[in-house]
């Protein structure tokens, strides 16, 4: 199975930035469709944005489009979501997910992901 261990997180101003990793253990790491998911307090877990192991293509949720950029190393089993321009809206508990998956495709639900990371909190100050 697959192993995802995040970090990166803490406190930030509005209008400030942080870069989330998300460090796979398996080998294989590069076959993985890679999403990240945010979850906020009273909230229901959401889907952030998500990158393909084909080609590393790129989708994001409206509400993070042009402000964070998910991408990936797999010469180092690494993936990370840079946040800019962060809103005190933006505080929650940030996901990295992982899943086999088909190219061409993008997964933005939970229940398309197999394996997740422990979370890593971001609170971004007004």
């Known amino acids: 199975q697959v192993q995802l261990v995040e970090s990166g997180g803490g406190l930030v101003q509005a209008g400030g930035s942080l870069r989330l990793s998300c460090a796979a253990s398996e080998r294989t790491f590069s076959l993985y469709h890679i999403g990240w998911f945010r979850q906020a307090p009273g909230k229901e877990r959401e889907f952030v944005g998500c990158?393909?192991?084909?080609?590393?293509?790129?989708y994001y949720a409206d509400s993070v489009k042009g402000r964070f950029t998910i991408s990936r190393d797999n010469a180092k089993n690494t993936a990370y979501l840079q946040m800019n321009s962060l809103k005190p809206e933006d505080t929650a508990v940030y996901y990295c997910?992982?899943?086999?998956?088909?190219?061409?495709?993008?997964?933005?639900?939970?229940?398309?992901?197999?394996?997740w990371g422990q979370g890593t909190q971001v609170t971004v100050s007004s």
């Open positions: 990158i393909t192991w084909s080609t590393s293509s790129t």
């Open positions: 997910a992982a899943t086999p998956g088909y190219s061409g495709i993008y997964y933005t639900t939970e229940n398309e992901y197999n394996y």
